[in-house]
């Protein structure tokens, strides 16, 4: 069953704290996605990722960092320096950089 | 920068009724446009995925529009059910930087 898989779907953190959230995907896609959704707004791009080994900054990348070592995996660490980091969060992959976006069911993220 | 806006930002109709959703974007060099549905809580469903070389996109009762040159796309829902409602989203696709409207949230009545 092919798919996008994120973890957890709730996250708690107190503020000042480092947080890793997982992405997996099983499409044999070459491009993955970040984006992060505030509550009544659409999404914006935090990262980026072609192919294994490289990723690109998208539209708010401060206080975030990425890693691609696998073709399946592309985790997204929230960093103490991400000044409001509570938000809902989404992982998404493509065939290519122009192709059809699937996504993940998401993590929600609080931080206090 | 591209700017993409989706008007209205709520419509509430009742069952059975046709209606469109409206995506307009600033600027016409894009690759492609996507439509996703989105349930409270949950992460995005793709719809219908409309090539810069193609005008429309078919789907059940779904049919998505793209004019690139007034920068529009519509999304026409046909006997719409109460199990449509949900917030639709747009996306103009770029090489990895995509740009997303806020949505279009609908409900429909019994």
């Known amino acids: 069953d092919g798919g996008i898989t994120q973890s957890p779907k709730y996250l708690f953190r107190k503020e000042g704290q480092n947080v890793t959230l997982s992405c997996e995907q099983n499409?044999?896609?070459?491009?993955m996605y970040w984006y992060r959704q505030d509550p009544g707004q659409g999404l914006r791009l935090i990262y980026y990722s072609q192919i294994v080994n490289d990723f690109q900054k998208g539209d708010i990348a401060e206080g975030y960092s990425v890693s691609r070592e696998k073709k399946e995996s592309f985790p997204l660490t929230v960093t103490s320096a991400q000044k409001n980091p509570t938000a809902f969060y989404l992982c998404?992959?493509?065939?290519?950089?122009?192709?059809?976006?699937?996504f993940g069911p998401g993590t929600r993220l609080t931080v206090t | 920068k591209q700017e993409v806006t989706q008007i209205p930002a709520a419509l509430s109709v009742p069952e059975g009724e046709n209606l469109v959703l409206n995506c307009s974007f600033t600027?016409?060099?894009?690759?492609?446009l996507q439509w996703f549905r989105q349930d409270p809580g949950k992460g995005l469903t793709s719809l219908l995925l409309i090539q810069s070389s193609q005008r429309e996109q078919t789907s059940g009762r779904l049919n998505a529009s793209l004019d690139k040159s007034s920068g529009r796309s519509t999304l026409y829902i046909a006997a719409s059910q109460p199990g449509d409602s949900a917030t639709y989203l747009c996306a103009v696709i770029l090489a990895g930087k995509s740009t997303f409207g806020d949505g279009t949230t609908l409900t429909v009545k019994p």
């Open positions: 600027d016409s060099a894009i690759y492609n």
């Open positions: 998404a992959s493509s065939i290519g950089l122009t192709g059809e976006q699937y």
């Open positions: 499409l044999n896609h070459d491009a």
